[in-house]
């Protein structure tokens, strides 16, 4: 079986890889993760929402974190 991981960061990456996703689950032989990112969580969700898709992965991103 292979596995394939999408990763979305944007509104515009989800709309496009939620019918990507459903069509590799329709597969016996693909496994498919995909990956939100935590750039814009919330866009993010409502997008794959309208596909009834959900992320499996979330990336926290620390948001007011300055790394010196």
Known sequence: MRTVL???GT??????VAPIKLAAE???DVRCLLLDSGQHPDLIRL????FGV???IL????RGVVWL
Do not use: S
């Open 54 to 56: 959900e992320a499996d």
């Open 47 to 50: 997008a794959l929402e309208g």
């Open 6 to 8: 999408l990763i979305a």
């Open 59 to 62: 990336v926290q991103v620390a």
């Open 26 to 28: 329709a597969r016996a």
């Open 11 to 16: 509104r515009p990456e989800a709309i496009k």
